[in-house]
């Protein structure tokens, strides 16, 4: 397995310590089938790039992402497609892919209006995560706090709507379920048909900006900024299991691969390296240097 490292330093490192040079990686994707690596440049003129990985990597294609600060993409799993989120001005993408995984065609470009209770944070549209669920593209508004909907030719559909306030960020699906991570209400939202069931991400106390959320099996796992903590909530009710020290500060990504949990800490630089005994994270004693750290991708 080789462990991928993207975030506002220099470029993308592996654990073995060697680094693409590539601008603002701050969120990266896999081919489901190709050794294809894909990299978000967030920036005011947002990038997409694509790798080649294999023996290392190698610049294969890159393209405008049609958007300011994209801050994540997804590969649909036939590998034809890739959706990216831009986070400064809302608008999404989808962009074709050829069977050498690079960028072909005109992209269909997603844009969107509207904007939430908070002046700060919600004036306008902000694309946080892109999907792809039931071959349908779902993309988390954070400016609008709605999880919005298209079909893969770029048609809306009717957007799930989260409370006022909630600030939608990371999500994931189980089935029908669907579990969403508030950034702005510090909360995890559990949707089930026209059913909410909405509790807070951290119990430590204090002020939480929730990042990345995943499930693992009956698991939902939650990283919490300020609390600097990885909460585990169970996936049936979201009633706690346990919340765990993140290892560093400002945890903004996390991922799961068997039984090993990375947390990308952002402001202390580090890649905090967990073990999972029964679903809890427990410290490993490993860690990797990372300039500004924004994901962790095991592929």
Same mark, same amino acid.
């Given at each position: 397995?080789?462990?991928?490292?993207?975030?506002?330093?220099?470029?993308?490192?592996?654990?073995?310590?060697?680094?693409?040079?590539?601008?603002?990686?701050?969120?990266?994707?896999?081919?489901?089938?190709?050794?294809? $690596?894909?990299?978000? #440049?967030?920036?005011?003129?947002?990038? $997409?790039?694509?790798?080649?990985?294999?023996?290392?990597?190698?610049?294969?294609?890159?393209?405008?992402s049609d958007g300011d600060s994209p801050c994540h993409v997804a590969v649909h799993p036939s590998g034809s497609l890739l959706a990216v989120a831009n986070y400064g001005d809302g608008t999404a993408g989808l962009h074709h892919l050829d069977e050498r995984g690079a960028f072909t065609g005109d992209p269909v470009v997603l844009r969107h209006e509207g904007s939430g209770p908070d002046?700060?944070?919600?004036?306008?549209?902000?694309?946080?995560?892109?999907?792809?669920?039931?071959?349908?593209?779902?993309?988390?508004?954070?400016?609008?706090?709605?999880?919005? +909907?298209?079909?893969? @030719?770029?048609?809306?559909?009717?957007?799930?709507?989260?409370?006022?306030?909630?600030?939608?960020?990371?999500?994931?699906?189980?089935?029908?379920?669907?579990?969403?991570?508030?950034?702005? @209400? #510090?909360?995890?939202? $559990?949707?089930?048909?026209?059913?909410?069931?909405?509790?807070?991400?951290?119990?430590?106390?204090?002020?939480?900006?929730?990042?990345?959320?995943?499930?693992?099996?009956?698991?939902?796992?939650?990283?919490? +900024?300020?609390?600097?903590?990885?909460?585990?909530?169970?996936?049936? @009710?979201?009633?706690?299991?346990?919340?765990?020290?993140?290892? #560093?500060?400002?945890?903004?990504?996390?991922?799961?691969?068997?039984?090993?949990?990375?947390?990308?800490?952002?402001?202390?630089?580090?890649?905090?390296?967990?073990?999972?005994? @029964?679903?809890?994270?427990?410290?490993?004693?490993?860690?990797?240097?990372?300039?500004?750290?924004?994901?962790?991708?095991?592929?």
């Amino acid at each position: 397995m080789n462990l991928y490292i993207g975030g506002y330093g220099p470029g993308i490192v592996t654990v073995g310590g060697e680094l693409t040079r590539v601008a603002s990686p701050s969120f990266l994707a896999a081919h489901p089938t190709l050794p294809v $690596l894909y990299a978000a #440049g967030e920036l005011q003129r947002g990038w $997409l790039t694509a790798f080649t990985a294999e023996g290392g990597l190698s610049p294969l294609d890159e393209r405008s992402s049609d958007g300011d600060s994209p801050c994540h993409v997804a590969v649909h799993p036939s590998g034809s497609l890739l959706a990216v989120a831009n986070y400064g001005d809302g608008t999404a993408g989808l962009h074709h892919l050829d069977e050498r995984g690079a960028f072909t065609g005109d992209p269909v470009v997603l844009r969107h209006e509207g904007s939430g209770p908070d002046p700060d944070r919600q004036a306008g549209s902000h694309a946080h995560m892109c999907v792809f669920h039931d071959d349908v593209l779902h993309v988390s508004d954070l400016g609008t706090d709605e999880i919005r +909907r298209y079909r893969l @030719d770029g048609s809306p559909l009717d957007p799930i709507t989260l409370a006022p306030g909630t600030g939608p960020r990371h999500f994931a699906f189980a089935g029908d379920r669907l579990y969403v991570a508030g950034e702005l @209400d #510090g909360t995890v939202t $559990l949707v089930e048909g026209e059913r909410r069931t909405v509790v807070p991400a951290s119990r430590a106390g204090g002020d939480n900006a929730p990042s990345h959320l995943q499930l693992d099996g009956d698991l939902v796992y939650v990283a919490n +900024r300020g609390p600097d903590t990885v909460s585990v909530l169970r996936a049936a @009710d979201l009633s706690p299991v346990a919340e765990v020290p993140s290892g #560093g500060a400002w945890p903004r990504h996390f991922a799961i691969a068997g039984d090993r949990l990375y947390v990308a800490n952002q402001n202390s630089g580090e890649v905090t390296v967990f073990t999972l005994a @029964d679903g809890v994270p427990e410290p490993a004693g490993q860690s990797y240097e990372v300039p500004s750290p924004s994901c962790v991708l095991p592929a």
